[in-house]
């Protein structure tokens, strides 16, 4: 599944219900969600894990569709060209900072 299918699906699914919440409610629940991915990370089972981590991009491509954004299109402006930091593919950063 592409991101662009993953948010026409997440707002086929609960489009109406995410507009009522709004962006700052749907922030808190992804916030959320990272706590239950912590858990999985440190304790549980790789189905766990795997869910926790669809259930953190689900609430992330919920934001995206409250605020109007393409996250398909908003990766590959970041990332479609290599590296945003050193525009090297693989990175060359040093290992120590950001990105």
Known sequence: MTLSALQRRIEALYGAKDAARGDAATFLWLAAEFGELA????????EEL???????LAWLATLANLRGIDLGAAVSRKYGAGCPGCGSEPCRCDPAEKP
Do not use: K, Y
């Not at 858990?39 to 790789?46: F, I, K, P, Q, V």
């Open 50 to 56: 795997a869910l926790e981590m669809a259930d953190v």
């Open 39 to 46: 858990e999985a990370l440190r304790s549980g089972t790789d």
